[in-house]
């Protein structure tokens, strides 16, 4: 399985991340703003290949209080960070020293 570097970059943050990710935001400013990519869903495609259940392993929902675009989260919840393919991944996809310090791969 090919993961595009954006989402190599994402997965390693939501690894790293306790409270989960929002990864999801805007581009300009007035009548040209325009949505990003919506992440949260591309995640949650990529943790269903790998073989996470939502709900189980992961969940998502939305932190902002009238639904924006940018409160979209993504989370690992404590079921999902014991898998095999979740700490395989984080000692596969990171590219920061301080992950092979805490010991995920354990």
């Known amino acids: ?5 954006q989402h190599r970059e994402l997965l390693a943050e939501l690894i790293e991340s306790r409270d989960g990710i929002e990864p999801n935001y805007y581009n300009g400013g007035g009548r040209w703003t325009r949505k990003g990519p919506n992440y949260v869903e591309q995640l949650a495609e990529l943790l269903g290949d790998m073989g996470l259940v939502r709900w189980r392993h992961f969940e998502t929902g939305n932190r902002a209080p009238q639904g924006g675009h940018t409160g979209d989260f993504i989370r690992l919840l404590p079921a999902g960070r014991k898998l095999k393919a979740i700490r395989r991944a984080a000692m596969e996809f990171s590219w920061r020293p301080e992950f092979h310090d805490r010991g995920i791969d354990r």
Do not use: A, N, S
Not at 1 to 5: G, L, S
């Open 1 to 5: 399985m090919t993961i595009r570097k």
